[in-house]
């Protein structure tokens, strides 16, 4: 019992303590469902896309170490310039658990009327703005920590807190980069002194090379994620990823919070598309192994560039 609460207390004073700093989704996971931290990522393809994360499983290092599920939807409306959409992501780590649910609108701005070839990512170039709301339940189990003497663990933590945000995203053939801050409110309607809500902004930008345009096979896909948290170090993560006909896709990345990534892809029937990704911490980090899957649906003609 006493290795248990101590592995808790590592994870608890390394990631939370008596604060909710909002677990960055895992490198893979943003990678392919950005839906996740930008709400104008809503419906900006033709098809409805479904998403399902397992994040953190088979972690073996510290018991309690996180763990991250997630589902979502997101599809254009009947009117193709708007979209909507909306997620359950639910994460854990040593005592603590928060579970947010949003759901999510957004709106494009056409910027040519000329069509791309099916190859592109995007078929016009646009401005998406996006809204999302919702509700963050969050929970802390310090008692079970066993710490008596220390009175910042003598009592647990218990919330549920409004969460409002936005985002805004370009998108012109391959290439594309947005901004989003998924909760503005932060911790203004907390009735706790000792719950200290996170305010997150991220950046995400990306291109799609097109090794051969007339034989579109290969495609290399570099992307770069920016977070800006107040109390916590500037974060960047790299991305490389090659996809060949869409069929099978590998990748590897670096956070700079000395995290080693790489993922291994495969696309069946067109329409589903199913990721492992495994993340290797430093040596100095307490989280060192953690694996993960994503499990995507997208209708009609799906991932296919035929």
Request: proline share 4%.
């Amino acid at each position: 019992m006493k290795k248990k609460y101590i592995s808790y207390l590592i994870l608890e004073l390394c990631f939370c303590g008596m604060v909710i700093a909002q677990q960055t989704p895992s490198f893979t996971e943003y990678n392919y469902n950005p839906f996740m931290i930008n709400s104008a990522f809503a419906g900006i393809f033709k098809n409805s896309e479904t998403t399902l994360s397992n994040i953190g499983f088979g972690n073996q290092d510290f018991e309690g170490s996180p763990r991250s599920f997630a589902f979502t939807f997101n599809s254009p409306m009947r009117n193709e310039k708007m979209g909507m959409g909306f997620g359950i992501v639910s994460d854990e780590i040593g005592v603590t658990s928060s579970t947010q649910i949003f759901g999510a609108y957004s709106y494009k701005i056409i910027l040519n009327d000329n069509a791309y070839p099916y190859w592109k990512v995007f078929d016009r170039s646009f401005i998406s703005f996006g809204l999302n709301a919702g509700a963050l339940l969050y929970s802390q189990d310090l008692l079970s920590l066993g710490l008596q003497d220390d009175p910042n663990f003598m009592e647990n933590v218990n919330a549920t807190l409004p969460a409002v945000g936005a985002g805004v995203l370009f998108g012109y053939r391959n290439f594309f980069a947005g901004i989003s801050a998924p909760n503005l409110l932060g911790d203004t309607f907390a009735n706790q002194d000792n719950l200290v809500l996170s305010q997150p902004f991220y950046g995400y930008t990306g291109y799609h090379f097109v090794l051969d345009r007339y034989d579109p096979k290969f495609i290399l896909k570099p992307s770069l994620l920016f977070k800006y948290e107040n109390g916590a170090p500037f974060q960047i993560d790299t991305n490389l990823a090659l996809s060949f006909k869409n069929i099978i896709e590998l990748g590897a990345g670096f956070r700079t919070s000395d995290t080693i990534n790489a993922f291994l892809g495969c696309y069946v029937f067109k329409n589903f598309r199913l990721i492992y990704s495994y993340s290797q911490g430093s040596g100095d980090s307490p989280l060192r192994n953690t694996h993960g899957i994503i499990l995507s649906y997208r209708a009609g003609k799906g991932y296919s560039i035929d």
